[in-house]
């Protein structure tokens, strides 16, 4: 064939080659608006971490008050020194007014299985105003999580509304929540009981809890809490049946949040977080806040 009149038609290799370009450049865009679309996605990590970290932090002062009330409340605790009340074992020593709680690994009420033991000790008795109680936890564990922490109960006197207060000041506990990480906290709790405790006994008794803290979350962000609406614990009710307790969270996508206990009329333990409109609704079963 004579070359001039061969037919031009346009490079394969120079069209090939602008096609991959424009897959290439698309491809980009792509990866790139998809690392966008990641880095501005919420993380809610840490608000869930403090959530957790806040019902922790609560949980055991919250017990050892509700312990210390039945026990002082027990006429035959009084009597024989000894009672077993919510699985339990309790001695009771009159001579120093000194009340030792143990544990040995029974699945509580509250769906927590508790090691070790606290006391309480008393200078007085507890409902008169002034009086003082002093918590020692000794190899204290609720699941997983080892508390260590120095607590201390006074009778405030009565309040407006005719209740009685006693005021739990927690100073710089110490919660263990795994192998590495460690809830730092520190709190001062208001408990509110109607004085006819003191003749009807622990019973359906409610005791209302009011309060702040302060701390560090087990993965290390700094957190306050606030309990907006008086946590409602019923004495013959494992659970706190209403309440909630507002949180911020330090270098957190959503810096607060709330936890809320849902029980309402019934005893279970229902608890809803609400960070920003984001809702979780949990039952506490055992372990569950271990992980």
Same mark, same amino acid.
């Given at each position: 064939?004579?070359?001039?009149?061969?037919?031009?038609?346009?490079?394969?290799?120079?069209?090939?080659?602008?096609?991959?370009?424009?897959?290439?450049?698309?491809?980009?865009?792509?990866?790139?608006?998809?690392?966008?679309?990641?880095?501005?996605?919420?993380?809610?990590?840490?608000?869930?971490?403090?959530?957790?970290?806040?019902?922790?932090?609560?949980?055991?002062?919250?017990?050892?008050?509700?312990?210390?009330?039945?026990?002082?409340?027990?006429?035959?605790?009084?009597?024989?020194?000894?009672?077993?009340?919510?699985?339990?074992?309790?001695?009771?020593?009159?001579?120093?007014?000194?009340?030792?709680?143990?544990?040995?690994?029974?699945?509580?009420?509250?769906?927590?299985?508790?090691?070790?033991?606290?006391?309480?000790?008393?200078?007085?008795?507890?409902?008169?105003?002034?009086?003082?109680?002093?918590?020692?936890?000794?190899?204290?564990?609720?699941?997983?999580?080892?508390?260590?922490?120095?607590?201390?109960?006074?009778?405030?006197?009565?309040?407006?509304?005719?209740?009685?207060?006693?005021?739990?000041?927690?100073?710089?506990?110490?919660?263990?929540?795994?192998?590495?990480?460690?809830?730092?906290?520190?709190?001062?709790?208001?408990?509110?009981?109607?004085?006819?405790?003191?003749?009807?006994?622990?019973?359906?008794?409610? +005791?209302?809890?009011?309060?702040? @803290? &302060? *701390? /560090?979350?087990?993965?290390?962000?700094?957190?306050?809490?606030?309990? $907006?609406? =008086?946590?409602?614990?019923?004495?013959?009710?494992?659970?706190?049946?209403?309440?909630?307790?507002?949180?911020? +969270?330090?270098?957190?996508?959503? @810096? &607060? *949040? /709330?936890?809320?206990?849902?029980?309402?009329?019934?005893?279970?333990? $229902?608890? =809803?977080?609400?960070?920003?409109?984001?809702?979780?609704?949990?039952?506490?079963?055992?372990?569950?806040?271990?992980?």
């Amino acid at each position: 064939m004579d070359p001039m009149n061969k037919m031009i038609s346009p490079s394969p290799t120079k069209c090939t080659t602008g096609k991959n370009s424009l897959l290439i450049l698309l491809c980009t865009c792509l990866i790139l608006l998809g690392a966008c679309r990641k880095n501005t996605a919420t993380d809610l990590k840490p608000t869930l971490n403090a959530a957790n970290d806040n019902v922790l932090a609560h949980r055991p002062f919250i017990h050892v008050f509700n312990m210390l009330l039945k026990a002082v409340l027990d006429t035959s605790l009084r009597l024989t020194h000894h009672a077993v009340i919510d699985k339990t074992s309790i001695t009771y020593d009159p001579a120093n007014k000194l009340y030792s709680f143990h544990y040995q690994g029974d699945l509580c009420l509250d769906s927590v299985r508790r090691f070790g033991s606290f006391t309480a000790r008393l200078d007085t008795s507890f409902f008169l105003t002034g009086a003082y109680a002093s918590i020692q936890f000794i190899s204290y564990f609720e699941d997983i999580h080892q508390v260590q922490a120095s607590d201390t109960i006074r009778n405030m006197g009565t309040v407006t509304g005719g209740n009685i207060n006693f005021r739990s000041r927690i100073d710089n506990a110490l919660i263990k929540k795994d192998s590495v990480g460690m809830i730092r906290w520190k709190a001062t709790l208001d408990h509110y009981v109607a004085p006819d405790i003191t003749w009807k006994g622990a019973g359906n008794a409610l +005791v209302l809890t009011g309060g702040s @803290g &302060s *701390g /560090t979350t087990s993965l290390g962000y700094g957190f306050t809490s606030d309990i $907006s609406a =008086r946590l409602n614990d019923y004495l013959d009710c494992p659970w706190i049946r209403d309440g909630v307790i507002g949180f911020t +969270v330090s270098g957190a996508d959503v @810096g &607060s *949040g /709330t936890i809320e206990f849902m029980a309402k009329r019934a005893c279970n333990d $229902s608890i =809803r977080y609400d960070f920003g409109g984001t809702v979780y609704h949990w039952r506490i079963t055992q372990d569950f806040l271990s992980r």
